[in-house]
């Protein structure tokens, strides 16, 4: 029972403190002047993806077994994947919940005026989605990214390891390309006040950093506890540990940008969320793939294999939204379908 409790009581300290890192970092942004947008893709997405690329890291670099190394290729694979499905799915249930309990969107500021309709979808529940076209192009360039860290899995070469090296270079030209484009999106002055400073309407620099550094400890504190909980659960409830390890765990690592986009769209930040998750999925695309890519053989099982299908077609399925013009909270929801699809065929594969 202390296992569960255990659960609950990490779900609920990692939100709170994705409640104070999403505040420090808008803050954080501001300081640097890297727009609106960036602090979602880049500050926000660096943030929470940090700790698992970290993790994933320890795994294949100082792993000593077999076993350990393949935990650190499964993370690059299911993080992408429940960031796919879960994170966006969530999210638009979130847009759809926000929509029916509240009056239509009234923009306050120059960057909310910016970002805070799609005008082409015009009443529709999703329809404060943002800037769908870079999101199509984020979208885009995850595809092609992913598509070829599947397809290395699948073959064996002398030169593959330093191929790893070409998944670290496409993340630093987008990296470049989001602060480049960064004041585009015009600069964000709808702050609520530090949370570590509520009195003051500017807060100090040390401030700023200490809540930021302070809450990504705790969550990723807190994000460990809460996989190591599965750990012992999944053998409880009578899970293998590959369906605990690929289909849980997943969930548990990525359950900081969820939290965050639950935050960003009850705020009324529905782009902010979205930016978060997109530039989540290329850190993970890139950084996880090249170390595994470079410290291990990176080949592919089954189960590997189709986590790394049904994360093609979740994307697939958003860029069709994405480029028909239907990205809404009613057709977003479903994404997390395709979770549930992949953990309906996993117990075969694994069988």
Not at 72 to 98: E, F
Request: charged share 10%; hydrophobic share 55%.
């Amino acid at each position: 029972m202390i296992h569960f409790a255990l659960l609950i009581a990490c779900s609920a300290m990692i939100y709170f403190s994705c409640e104070w890192f999403v505040n420090a970092v808008e803050w954080l942004g501001h300081r640097l002047e890297v727009g609106p947008m960036a602090v979602g893709t880049i500050l926000a997405a660096l943030g929470t993806a940090l700790p698992e690329s970290v993790v994933t890291f320890v795994a294949v670099v100082f792993g000593t077994g077999e076993q350990q190394k393949d935990i650190g290729v499964g993370a690059a694979m299911g993080g992408p994947l429940a960031l796919a499905t879960v994170a966006y799915g969530v999210t638009g249930w979130m847009m759809w919940t926000r929509r029916r309990n509240r009056a239509p969107v009234t923009a306050t500021t120059p960057a909310t005026r910016a970002i805070a309709t799609d005008p082409a979808s015009p009443g529709e529940a999703g329809q404060d989605a943002g800037n769908t076209e870079k999101l199509a192009r984020d979208q885009t360039w995850f595809m092609a990214v992913f598509a070829l860290k599947v397809a290395l899995g699948l073959v064996a070469f002398a030169v593959k390891p330093w191929l790893g090296l070409l998944f670290f270079a496409a993340y630093a030209v987008y990296f470049w390309q989001e602060i480049r484009a960064a004041g585009d999106h015009g600069d964000s002055t709808d702050l609520k006040p530090l949370l570590l400073q509520r009195r003051r309407k500017t807060p100090a620099t040390w401030a700023v950093i200490v809540q930021t550094l302070a809450t990504l400890a705790i969550i990723f504190m807190a994000s460990h506890t809460f996989v190591g909980q599965l750990d012992v659960i999944g053998p409880m409830l009578g899970l293998p540990a590959a369906v605990t390890a690929l289909l849980l765990s997943p969930l548990a690592t990525e359950l900081p940008e969820v939290m965050n986009a639950v935050i960003w769209v009850r705020q009324g930040k529905t782009p902010l969320a979205l930016a978060n998750i997109s530039g989540a999925m290329m850190i993970q695309a890139t950084v996880p793939s090249g170390l595994g890519l470079l410290f291990t053989p990176w080949r592919f099982t089954p189960p590997l294999l189709l986590s790394g299908i049904v994360t093609m077609a979740a994307i697939g399925y958003l860029l069709v939204l994405l480029k028909t013009g239907r990205f809404n909270a009613r057709t977003l929801s479903p994404a997390a379908v395709f979770y549930l699809l992949f953990g309906a065929c996993l117990i075969p594969v694994l069988v």
